[in-house]
T-cell receptor, first 113, second 113 residues
Framework: DAGVIQSPRHEVTEMGQEVTLRCKPISGHNSLFWYRQTMMRGLELLIY????????DSGMPEDRFSAKMPNASFSTLKIQPSEPRDSAVYFC???????????FGSGTRLTVV | DAKTTQPNSMESNEEEPVHLPCNHSTISGTDYIHWYRQLPSQGPEYVIH???SNVNNRMASLAIAEDRKSSTLILHRATLRDAAVYYC??????????????FGKGTTLSVSS
């Protein structure tokens, strides 16, 4: 298994531009999670899905952030418009619901200038 | 999820055992104790989990106090590759829709040769 696949690995964009981060979970996993990591705030949960349905999006910072999971094998996290304070590493993880052992992707390092 | 308390940092020498403590005095009966670690520039990875009994796997051992208010992750022989941030997390696996891992600050483990 290739694990959780995130793309792109690095993204540099200008303030005000739209940014789309992508995630392919492990086949068969039915829960998917988006996290953001910064030095100041550590690892923060943004949103998670169970069976493609958003369960908890209380961690999404504001309306500029949106996430979708159109099918079991793909999810996107979109930021529109992006701001410098959105610069962080964004991780996607997947698991089987109610089972231990999340698998995290390698992350997308986003820099907004 | 209930809160955990870990030391900010610990140091170890290569090939010596390492005991990483975690306090979780408000743990509930349905909380599993999970440990994850994050190597530099990587996403977190699952290490071990347990409910009441001590657990061993190829990576580490988990010792759980009888009252479950504390636990210790044991690395039997530290290597330089074990230098990472170690997170102790309480996670309820009984919730029907699943719940998400909430990360604290963790313990930064340094290993010297």
């Amino acid at each position: 298994d290739a694990g959780v696949i995130q793309s792109p690995r690095h993204e540099v964009t200008e303030m005000g531009q739209e940014v789309t981060l992508r995630c392919k979970p492990i086949s068969g996993h039915n829960s998917l999670f988006w996290y953001r990591q910064t030095m100041m705030r550590g690892l923060e949960l943004l949103i998670y899905f169970n069976n493609n349905v958003p369960i908890d999006d209380s961690g999404m910072p504001e309306d500029r952030f949106s996430a979708k999971m159109p099918n079991a094998s793909f999810s996107t996290l979109k930021i529109q418009p992006s701001e410098p304070r959105d610069s962080a590493v964004y991780f996607c993880a997947s698991s089987l619901a109610r089972r231990p052992g999340y698998t995290f992707g390698s992350g997308t390092r986003l820099t907004v200038v | 999820d209930a809160k955990t308390t870990q030391p900010n940092s610990m140091e170890s020498n290569e090939e010596e055992p390492v005991h990483l403590p975690c306090n979780h005095s408000t743990i509930s009966g349905t909380d599993y104790i999970h440990w994850y670690r994050q190597l530099p520039s990587q996403g977190p990875e699952y290490v071990i989990h347990g409910l009441t009994s001590n657990v061993n796997n190829r990576m580490a051992s988990l010792a759980i106090a009888e009252d479950r208010k504390s636990s210790t992750l044991i690395l039997h022989r530290a290597t330089l590759r074990d230098a990472a941030v170690y997170y102790c997390i309480l996670h309820n696996l009984f919730n029907q829709a699943g719940t998400a891992l909430i990360f604290g600050k963790g313990t930064t483990l340094s290993v010297s040769s």
